[in-house]
């Protein structure tokens, strides 16, 4: 079985040499090329790869990303888990281009989708196939390898007159280049630019079980108690969520202070769309990758449930949403260590609130007190342990009762 996730980028620059975009790319393995054998497969792995695991800013530093597609895709609304503000759907060349897809692309336009159509041909038929949604695309990928220069200079006079932008592939010298500027093109990508990038994370999918669990609640419009459970049991899931949100989220001001406030966010639409695009990611086994990361995700379930005991602890009636910020912060506690990547790095790709992520980078402020008195009980720091309750001004019993409370909680779990 596999143990890792790959993924490739690709450069698009602009006719000055700047990146205007990243293509997205799947891969199955570290070598620059893949086989597909199911289209949707393959566009769910690319988006959860991006998303949940490298996150996209990483990718593409907030420019455009495309992703390639076809009708099934399109169909499916796993689609929706696509933000448009940073997407754009590039339509393989052999999508059967239905009356039933023309409506699908023309709603999904009017949604603020971008479409391109990937390796543009001279062909007839294949210009007939495509000439009902010319009037929702806004590039056009043209193969300058696999058409005569004289067809693709007759392309690109018709295609100026639909007002999309022309990006010439397969560009693999200095002649090409010179060649396609001359032509007209605007963007451009190819191996003369640089071969893709070809990123390499640990797979810690979560158990399918758990996604077909949390579909099933959504589907029977289980209560949001019933849904937090099954989160605050991964942390995986808890800290994926909160990635996915910064991409979805359009207001920015609004910071996370809780899992609860998370979901409620996203929607429960939205929610079931992310929930079955890692679904489709997977592959068809019953094995659990998620147990790579267990014995962390079961640590920091336990962290954080002492933290919620704490918080409710030295609560504060000016600050209700204490216990939940203190649950949230022990989540995310050890997510350095299960994504394998600094808290200031995964915090970029989240929304939380400053005294959440202060206390996990710098231990700084209540919430920080509280994760470095949890930290000092699992180390059995004593002097530690009785120089930060006294600071927090609770008792040495106080503190066994939480504790009691946190492991019965767990235990339940």
């Known amino acids: 079985m596999e143990l890792s996730i790959y993924l490739g980028r690709m450069p698009i620059l602009s006719s000055d040499g700047d990146i205007f ?6 891969r199955s393995t ?36 495309f992703i390639k597609v076809d009708e099934k895709v399109l169909f499916d609304d796993l689609i929706f888990s696509v933000s448009p503000q940073y997407f754009v759907l590039e339509i393989l060349e052999n999508s059967v281009i239905s ?58 006079d018709s295609l100026r007159t639909m007002k999309v932008k022309c990006i010439a592939e397969k560009i693999e010298d200095i002649d090409d280049y010179e060649w396609s500027q001359e032509a007209g093109f605007e963007l451009f990508e190819g191996y003369y630019f640089s071969k893709p990038q070809i990123y390499i994370k640990e797979l810690i999918d979560p158990d399918k079980k758990i996604l077909l669990q949390l579909l099933y609640l959504l589907k029977k419009e289980s209560s949001l108690e019933e849904l937090l459970l099954i989160f605050n049991n991964s942390p995986y899931l808890s800290v994926n969520l909160l990635k996915f949100i910064h991409i979805q989220h359009n207001n920015k001001n609004e910071k996370i202070f809780s899992i609860d406030q998370a979901l409620i966010l996203l929607g429960r639409e939205k929610l079931s769309h992310w929930i079955e695009l890692m679904i489709y990611a997977q592959k068809d086994d019953d094995y659990d990758s998620e147990n790579i990361a267990s ?100 008792s040495k019993k106080q503190l066994d009762t939480a504790m009691i409370h946190a492991h019965q909680r767990t235990s339940r779990g």
Request: proline share 3%.
């Open 99 to 156: 009356p039933e897809l023309i409506l699908r692309i023309q709603d999904l336009h009017c949604k603020g989708y971008t479409f391109a159509i990937n390796h543009f041909l001279s062909d007839k038929n294949f210009i007939d196939n495509f000439k009902d949604i010319f009037a929702f695309i806004s590039y056009v990928k043209i193969d300058i390898r696999r058409d005569t220069r004289k067809n693709i200079l007759s392309m690109l």
């Open 30 to 65: 570290n070598a620059n090329h893949t086989i597909v054998d199911d289209n949707v497969k393959a566009t769910a792995r690319v988006l959860v790869n991006a998303l949940n695991y490298i996150g996209l800013d990483n990718l593409t530093q907030h420019r455009p990303a």
């Open 295 to 394: 014995s962390l995700g079961k640590t920091a379930k336990s962290r954080a449930s002492l933290m919620e005991e704490l918080g409710i602890l030295v609560g504060d009636i000016t600050v209700p949403s204490l216990p939940t910020s203190a649950y949230l912060v022990g989540i995310l506690s050890l997510a350095e260590a299960i994504f394998q990547s600094s808290f200031e790095a995964l915090f970029k790709q989240m929304d939380l609130d400053p005294p959440i992520a202060e206390a996990l980078i710098d231990k700084t402020g209540l919430l920080g007190n509280l994760l470095r008195l949890c930290l000092a009980i699992e180390k059995d720091h004593f002097q530690d342990i009785s120089s930060i309750i006294k600071t927090l001004n609770i």
């Open 21 to 26: 975009a990243y293509e997205l790319l799947h």
